[in-house]
């Protein structure tokens, strides 16, 4: 958006050149008046005012007015209303005779009503009502241009002439004269709403069910130590300010202690927070250190823990995934639906290990409650029946003038949980500015009562569903709202299983709005195609390694986890942090990988037609590895052929110590001269390769002449030695035949002896695979 502006800004029109050159003017005004003196300066003034018109507030916006805090936001009849603000003075002119006073208007119709009030701009003496009365007002004599001054009215809820039970308009105005106005007229005002329901109501209350969400971004990277407790390894350690007094979470788990409300975790925070209480590391650059919040992550996981005993608990599935960027992006990449199922799967497991309490794993919330029929099939795909929506998506049709019950059966034994828009998104603005805060907390309850009021003959329920991580100042305006609830005048409190069984009212829309009415600023922040391609690659890279490893369950948690995380819907807005985590997954698991390698391995000769060839395998990985093959491939097998003794789908078994390494040996035979290019690979045993292929040549040396002539000799020896023994038998045969040589030694009495068949010039050594003894050296 801000290239796009900058492009329109370089292609202005006259009109936009002119502004332009208007606020150069404005902002140059005071330098050229400095500069310039008499007359000069003067005509300089005057031409900067003549191009600035007065932008200065006039009317009923000459004053600001806030609304710090109003107590009680129901009151009854016997209370005083007490109302604490400021007013300020935003106009160039002071103000005299001021006063503050309270007005209030007539009953308003309905949630209509309410909206239309709180959009209204201006002072309307027809709709703002009379000042209650001179008694109850704070005087001014003077507030002059930018002057604030505080103000607190008291005025008895008796002198406030409420009428029948409903929502009044109530308005802080501040009246006063100005030099160019010299009459008393309202320069300030800012309404509020003021619920009026003194005792129960005559009638069914409308039942309250508040989710309470309890999430945070990634913080956990896939790294783990290699010692036996796999210290985790945090991307950073932000997460520890909000677990910290006063922090985000703190403020969450602190509040809704209190509160009836439901708690939705994604228990991927849980394992988060579980890994803080132990040893953990920290990334620092390119190294990491270690982590020191160990206490504020038991404290904050003790005190979550004693909070939900009792209590509804509803689980995520595990890293909160976005469900619209599966049902719109990951369908296209197969396998991406699996990831759901088992983040389901693990969800229960963890809240249940950590928390010590059995939650319900029943239900799936799609980002804002908006939904489409492919989101709805995603979300249910992994078992959930209750699909968390949002009144602003399953919008009503058929004209109903009341606000029907959440839960809407929409097919399939899928029940929608409708939330109410209005009440849901009613605190997302900067409620750590009291004024804020205080308004929120006001049309909160006054949209609930007249909720209620539609038709008090109906018990209807009605859910909220605010944003994912509310900040502090959002959770402690949240919990003043369901604090104001507590006497139950108009609403009673039930837990979100309870409002998706809820009997459901047969005159509400059940229709899912079709993929077109999806939110075109949701689909945006959608994860794209790529990142699902992304997590199916690092799963293709984790499914080939997982088999080699004797300890498997060592790295498929962690990555399992990781990639989890990656489709969290808390990367929504932060693209580029999902880019850069999903690559940090892939690199970090390809070098795991790749610590089960082929030593390269320099050129080998053979002097001779048979020979042992030894290739090396190193696994500098802490675990023992197995189930791979190593296999050699001559580029021309017909000149060189390799065999092993051991031959495992034509390869040599590799079976490697944590550490170690291993000299796998394969008996090779020539048959002709010259270098041959040889390819050593390692396999899993159902043959897919693993990691990259190492090459190396084998020369294979001619015969020489010498070889020939030592052969040639060696044979010569061995005629001449047999045509002499044939000769010294034939002659001591002659002499027993004669008689001679009797007692006599016989020449030659050594015994003959046969020579052994010579040996090949290069001995095959055993091909058999050693054992894991070989130890890496560092």
Known sequence: MAEAADSQGRGSSPARR??????????????????????DAGTAAHATAAAAPDKAPTGSRTVQVTLDSMSPSAPVKSDTLTISGTVTNAGKQAVTSAHVGLRVGQRLNGRTGIDDASQRSGFSSTLDGAEVGDKYTVKFPKLAPGISRDFTLSVPVSKLGLGGDGVYPLAVSLSGQTSSQQYDQVLGIQRTFLPWQPEAVDGKKSQLTYMWPLMSSTHLTAQTGSDEQQTPVFADDALAAELAPGGRLERMVSLGDQLPVTWVIDPDLLATVDAMTR???????????????????????????DAVQ??????????????????????EVSGSLSHLQGATEVAEKTVETILHVTPS??????????????????????GAHNVIARSDSLRETGGLTYSPSAARPIGGGT????????????????MSRAGNA????????????????????????????????????QAQTMASAIHALSAQRWTQPLDLSAAATAKPDAHATSRVPGSSAYP????????????????????????????????????????????????????????????????????YLDGLTGEVRLIQKSTATMSGRSATLAVTVQNQLVQPVGNLVLRLEPSNPSRLKVTTNEAENGGQPVKIDGGHSQSVKFTATANANGPVQVTARLYTQDGTPY?????????????????????????????LAGIRMYTQRKRSTARKETGEGNGAEADGGDDPEQPSDPTPDTGPESGASPGTGEKVEH
């Open 691 to 719: 990691g990259d292929p190492m090459e190396f040549t084998v020369k294979v040396s001619e015969i020489t002449p010498t070889v020939m002539l030592v052969i040639a000799g060696g044979v010569l020896l061995l005629v």
């Open 438 to 473: 205080t308004l929120a907390v006001q049309e909160f309850l006054a949209q609930s009562l007249a909720i209620t009021l539609q038709d008090t003959e109906k018990q209807r329920s009605v859910v909220v569903a605010p944003q994912r991580m509310p900040s502090a100042g």
């Open 310 to 331: 009792g209590q509804k608990v509803i689980a995520l599935p595990f890293a909160d995934p976005d469900l619209a960027s599966l049902a719109h992006r990951g369908k």
């Open 520 to 587: 075109g600023s949701l689909r945006r922040q959608e994860l794209p195609v790529q990142a699902f391609q992304d997590m199916k690659s690092t799963q293709g890279t984790l499914d080939k390694f997982k088999v080699v490893l004797t300890a498997p369950d060592r790295v498929v948690t962690p990555f399992g986890n990781a990639i989890n995380r990656e489709m969290s819907t808390s990367w929504r807005g932060d693209r580029e942090g999902a880019v850069i985590y999903r690559a940090g997954v892939q690199s």
């Open 361 to 382: 794993v029943d239900f799936a919330w799609p980002v804002q409650g908006a939904v489409d029929p492919s989101i709805v099939d995603v979300a249910t795909s992994a």
């Open 279 to 305: 040893n953990y590391r920290v990334k620092s650059g390119d190294t990491d250190v270690p982590g020191t919040n160990q206490d504020v992550a038991k404290q904050w996981l003790g005190e979550l823990e």
């Open 18 to 39: 002119w502004l332009r050159r208007t606020a150069v003017l404005l902002v140059g005004a005071p330098l050229i008046a400095g500069l310039l003196s008499g007359t």
């Open 415 to 430: 029940t929608a949980v409708v939330s109410d828009a209005r009440l849901s998104t009613a605190f997302e603005g900067d």
